[in-house]
């Protein structure tokens, strides 16, 4: 009896340390809870919302960055007529003029020199007033401070060609003494502005709701105040003298205006009165530009008659209806 006993209790034992020593066995891993992003100090700025795409701003282009006459859309489209005439008492053609549309420029140019020198002068100073244009080489001579691109470059063109014509008078004896006068227009594309600069007596008008303005000063004598005979005498003309100071100035262009530049042959046969008479009743340009070459030599032509009209028009998609 106590051996059974004995038996019963070691088997128990066994048992035990059976179940003690044995490896635990593996409880399913419970599921993972989602984690939580970190929470972020309040002094954290919180991060911008999604608005698309990224568009930078630009500071405004400054008045003489060279792409500036590029701009796809330009605010005013201008049209021109240019004719010039020997008149009625004059041989020689000593006048010239200058159209190119593809920079919005015009200039006339009105010759003086005896042995035809005048009409060398004034074609010398028109070519090279396109060569400028056509290179983009406007010399060296720096642009007056804050002065608009348009004009920098008239008063640059005009210092290249009094420097032409009065380099050519001091090599050649017949043409020494030799000048011009000169007016020129340039509007800025896309932009409400025109130059103009002028040295001597050709002209600038401008025709706006039906009234005629001068926009420029003879430089003559009569214009200083001296009266008589001398009055007519210029006082500043291209390649007269080694350095020439020509008057520059801006304007802003309306639609419908008429711009008229022109030599005196123009400007001392026809009377404002005419000459608005004209461009008033005139919508052709090239029509009007006749009828004032033709006023001028039935009041007597006495010089060379130059004269370029330009038409501004609102592009056609700022037009209103």
Request: hydrophobic letters at 40%; charged letters at 25%; one cysteine or more.
């Amino acid at each position: 009896m106590l051996y059974a006993l004995v038996a019963v209790v070691v088997a128990a034992a066994v048992v035990i340390a059976f179940f003690a020593l044995s490896p635990k066995r593996a409880e399913p891993a419970a599921a993972p809870s989602p984690r939580k992003p970190p929470e972020k100090s309040p002094s954290e700025p919180p991060p911008p919302p999604s608005v698309g795409p990224r568009i930078e701003t630009r500071a405004p282009r400054p008045l003489d960055e060279p792409d500036q006459d590029t701009q796809p859309n330009p605010w005013v489209l201008v049209t021109a007529v240019g004719r010039t005439d020997p008149g009625m008492k004059r041989k020689n053609n000593e006048d010239a003029l200058l159209v190119l549309e593809d920079h919005d420029l015009f200039v006339v140019a009105d010759g003086m020199g005896r042995h035809a020198a005048g009409e060398v002068a004034s074609r010398l100073a028109v070519d090279t007033v396109a060569a400028a244009f056509a290179s983009g080489d406007f010399g060296t001579r720096p642009a007056p401070s804050n002065t608009p691109r348009e004009a920098a470059r008239l008063d640059a063109v005009f210092h290249l060609a009094n420097a032409e014509v009065f380099s050519k008078s001091q090599e050649i004896d017949t043409y020494r003494g030799m000048g011009t006068t000169m007016v020129a227009l340039h509007f800025s594309r896309g932009k409400e502005r025109a130059a103009i600069a002028h040295a001597g007596d050709s002209r600038c008008y401008r025709l706006r709701a039906g009234a005629l303005e001068q926009l420029t000063v003879d430089h003559t004598l009569g214009s200083m105040g001296i009266k008589g005979p001398s009055a007519s005498v210029l006082s500043r003309a291209v390649g007269i003298e080694e350095n020439l100071e020509p008057d520059v100035q801006t304007t802003a262009p309306a639609a419908d205006d008429v711009y008229l530049i022109c030599s005196d042959g123009l400007s001392r046969m026809v009377t404002p009165e005419q000459i608005t008479s004209i461009l008033t009743d005139q919508e052709d340009l090239d029509a009007a530009v006749a009828r004032l070459i033709e006023v001028a030599n039935q009041a007597g032509g006495k010089d060379n008659v130059t004269v370029i009209l330009v038409r501004v028009e609102r592009a056609p998609y700022l037009a209103g209806p």
